[in-house]
């Protein structure tokens, strides 16, 4: 399936980024050639096969519920971009 | 000898018999990273202050007579595995600056036994990648030819070990990227099953096919790594309550009972080198030789596993790496000032090309619309493939293959074809989506001298049997004794 460049820029919108207009053509192009191999995929019959997104037979892996001493204030915020008192700063969200 | 040649299992008895002491060994390593390591850049980050103070450490646990298997030996850590206090790049502009406020499991367990964590070892950038050009920290080169690749995306970590910049090392292998660079520099490395070693601290790629394992100079120092590391974790949900056997008690002489396959797929692999095929044959007789029958086995789906691989793996790290937003750590660009300019130009700043194709690929696969024909259908392909390896396991012991279809390839030969780039992980991905332990062994030389690695894959839970197969075939062989010349 040929992949368009504006497919890859209204993917790119969907994951927040946004793609430097000069490599573009050579970025969809290769983008496009791995979406092109994929498709193999389609060879393969799966009629009535159970898909796997966990390969280990493990299923409910229960815990106590218990109160337990987390990462405290200070280390939480120690790699912020931006911090003020107890708070991580973000830019203005509403009205902006 | 000098001290940085040590094996583990050397360095164990020398430092138990109070004949080195740990700062001695320490220093010795350092020194070797700071004679060697401006040919070859596997490290990111040198800890020797901190290194230094854990050698002290290691020293009275010792005169105290209470020394532990990993005690006093220096170990290099991937750099996306957190280290309290040491700066944990994932080789990532976004996360330069980030130094973690607790240790990843694996850590605290090394740290338990008295090790010493030497530094942090450059990678592909969140491990994406079969080279380590996608690096946006260094370039590492392969310490027998400097002009090429060290394989990826677990590089450094193979490269500290193969020059002798640390004893042993820790990698994560995803789709290949311990067994892949252990095989292209010459040590021994161990995907373990999924869920035998806690992934708690790894910063995450693809989290159901990731894995952290050991990489080393010999096999019984792989399976006295594997010892430490493995084991139920609460704080991972998906390690596995199993005991952990004693790895290195299981080394028996001789390979009589044992049944190893070799899949007939694998002999056709277009692009796969006739000197690599040459030294997997020639270590096949080896191990029946040494007592082990060998059958052929059939693997019909293997062909599919690049492309569910992709799809699957892609999809993951498109969602796990939704969490870099410029927010609670990490890189931060303002943009044009709103929240989402701020998210836009924060992530196409801080990830590099690769890490933004991958994330391109896995938001598609994952959208509306092509959710079915994509992800899902991987996901049923990848249960066929679990399906082909129970089959073959019911007949053999262990399965043997190339880990890499070629030798170390030239630095920027493959860089700007990601596809081609993606199949030279053919042997080696198939293990991480059914999830089944892999490792990779020195078995060769190329013509132009470049290290060949045996992999030897076994069933859930079953790493004994290979450490077994890979413990004769070592003593029969003398290819991991041998060391570039830097």
Same mark, same amino acid.
């Given at each position: 399936?040929?992949i368009?460049?504006d497919k890859?820029?209204?993917?790119?919108?969907?994951a927040?980024l946004e793609?430097?207009k000069?490599s573009m053509e +050579?970025?969809?192009?290769?983008?496009?050639? $791995?979406?092109?191999y994929?498709?193999l995929?389609?060879t393969v019959?799966t009629?009535? %096969?159970?898909?796997?997104?966990h390969?280990?037979?493990?299923?409910?892996?229960?815990?106590?519920?218990?109160?337990?001493?987390?990462l405290?204030?200070k280390k939480? !915020?120690?790699n912020? &971009?931006?911090?003020?008192?107890?708070?991580f700063i973000v &830019?203005k #969200?509403?009205g902006g | 000898?000098?001290l940085?040649?040590?094996?583990?299992?050397?360095?164990?008895?020398?430092?138990?018999?109070?004949e080195?002491?740990s700062?001695e060994?320490?220093?010795a390593?350092?020194?070797?990273?700071?004679?060697?390591?401006?040919?070859t850049n596997a490290y990111i980050?040198v800890?020797?202050k901190t290194?230094?103070?854990?050698a002290r !450490?290691?020293?009275?646990? #010792?005169?105290?007579?209470?020394?532990?298997?990993l005690?006093?030996?220096p170990?290099?850590i991937?750099?996306?595995?957190?280290?309290?206090?040491?700066?944990?790049?994932?080789a990532?502009k976004?996360?330069?600056?980030?130094i &973690?406020?607790?240790?990843?499991?694996?850590?605290?367990k090394?740290k338990?036994? =008295?090790?010493?964590?030497?530094g942090?070892?450059n990678?592909?950038?969140f491990?994406m990648?079969?080279s380590?050009e996608?690096s946006?920290?260094?370039l590492?080169h392969?310490p027998w030819d400097?002009e090429?690749?060290?394989?990826g995306?677990s590089g450094g970590a193979?490269?500290a070990v193969?020059?002798?910049?640390c004893l042993?090392?820790l990698?994560?292998? +995803?789709g290949?990227s311990?067994?892949?660079?252990?095989?292209h520099?010459g040590v021994?490395g161990?995907k373990?099953t999924y869920?035998?070693?806690?992934r708690f601290?790894?910063?995450?790629?693809?989290?159901?096919?990731?894995?952290?394992?050991?990489l080393t100079?010999? %096999?019984?120092?792989?399976?006295?790594l594997m010892?430490v590391?493995?084991?139920?974790?609460p704080?991972?949900?998906t390690s596995?309550p199993k005991d952990v056997?004693?790895?290195t008690?299981?080394?028996?002489?001789?390979?009589k009972?044992?049944?190893?396959?070799?899949?007939?797929?694998y002999?056709?692999t277009k692009? !796969?080198?006739p000197e690599?095929?040459?030294a997997i044959?020639?270590?096949?007789?080896?191990i029946e030789?040494?007592?082990?029958?060998? #059958?052929?086995v059939?693997?019909?789906?293997?062909?599919?596993?690049?492309a569910a691989?992709?799809v699957?793996a892609?999809?993951?790290?498109?969602s796990?790496l939704?969490?870099y937003?410029? $927010?609670?750590?990490?890189?931060?660009?303002?943009?044009n000032?709103?929240?989402l300019?701020?998210y836009?130009?924060t992530?196409?700043?801080g990830? =590099?090309?690769?890490?933004?194709?991958r994330i391109i690929?896995g938001?598609?696969c994952?959208?509306?619309g092509?959710?079915?024909a994509?992800y899902?259908k991987?996901?049923q392909?990848?249960?066929?493939?679990?399906e082909?390896?129970?089959?073959?396991f019911?007949?053999?012991?262990?399965?043997?293959?190339p880990?890499?279809?070629? &030798?170390?390839f030239?630095?920027g030969?493959k860089?700007d074809?990601p596809? +081609?780039m993606?199949l030279?992980?053919?042997?080696?991905l198939?293990?991480?989506?059914?999830g089944?332990?892999?490792?990779?062994?020195?078995? =060769?030389?190329?013509?132009? =001298?470049?290290? #060949?690695?045996?992999?030897?894959m076994?069933n859930?839970?079953n790493?004994?049997?290979m450490?077994k197969?890979?413990?004769?075939?070592?003593k029969? +062989?003398?290819f991991?004794?041998?060391k570039p %010349?830097?």
């Open positions: 399936m040929k368009t460049k890859v820029i209204h993917v790119a919108n969907l927040r793609l430097d000069a +050579t970025f969809a192009n290769q983008i496009g050639r $791995v979406i092109d994929i498709g995929l389609n019959k009629e009535g %096969v159970k898909p796997t997104t390969a280990i037979f493990l299923t409910n892996a229960f815990r106590e519920d218990e109160e337990k001493n987390h405290n204030l939480t !915020l120690s912020a &971009p931006e911090k003020e008192e107890e708070h &830019p #969200i509403i | 000898m000098n940085y040649e040590l094996t583990m299992q050397q360095a164990h008895r020398l430092l138990s018999e109070k080195v002491s700062q060994l320490t220093a390593v350092i020194d070797r990273i700071k004679t060697v390591d401006e040919k980050t800890a020797e290194a230094m103070e854990e !450490l290691a020293d009275k646990i #010792i005169s105290e007579g209470n020394t532990l298997p005690t006093g030996i170990i290099a991937k750099d996306l595995i957190c280290t309290e206090g040491i700066r944990t790049t994932c990532s976004i996360l330069e600056n980030f &973690p406020p607790y240790d990843a499991a694996v850590i605290k090394l338990n036994e =008295g090790a010493v964590i030497v942090k070892v990678m592909d950038e491990a990648g079969s380590t996608h946006s920290m260094k590492t392969n400097l090429r690749i060290p394989g995306s193979a490269v193969a020059a002798d910049m042993g090392s990698g994560s292998d +995803t290949g311990i067994r892949q660079p252990a095989s520099c021994v161990m373990p869920g035998r070693v806690s601290g790894l910063v995450a790629f693809a989290s159901s096919l990731d894995q952290i394992g050991p100079k010999n %096999v019984r120092d792989c399976a006295m010892k590391i493995s084991g139920y974790d704080s991972d949900s596995v056997p004693d790895y008690l299981l080394f028996q002489d001789g390979l009972g044992i049944t190893v396959g070799i899949p007939k797929e002999q056709s692009g !796969l080198n690599v095929s040459a044959k020639s270590a096949v007789r080896t030789a040494i007592g082990a029958d060998c #059958i052929e059939s693997l019909p789906h293997v062909e599919y596993a690049v691989y992709y699957i892609s999809s993951e790290a498109s796990n939704a969490r937003d410029g $927010v609670k750590y990490g890189f931060r660009d303002k943009g000032g709103n929240l300019g701020m836009r130009s992530r196409s700043k990830f =590099g090309t690769e890490v933004q194709r690929i938001t598609y994952l959208s509306a092509y959710y079915d994509y899902k991987a996901s392909v990848r249960t066929l493939i679990m082909d390896f129970s089959r073959a019911k007949t053999c012991h262990v399965i043997l293959s880990v890499a279809p070629t &030798p170390a030239k630095i030969e860089y074809d596809l +081609t993606y030279s992980d053919i042997f080696t198939s293990a991480n989506l059914a089944i332990p892999g490792m990779s062994i020195p078995c =060769g030389f190329s013509s132009e =001298g470049l290290p #060949i690695g045996l992999q030897i076994g859930h839970f790493e004994e049997v450490f197969v890979a413990h004769n075939f070592e029969a +062989t003398d991991h004794i041998q %010349v830097l």
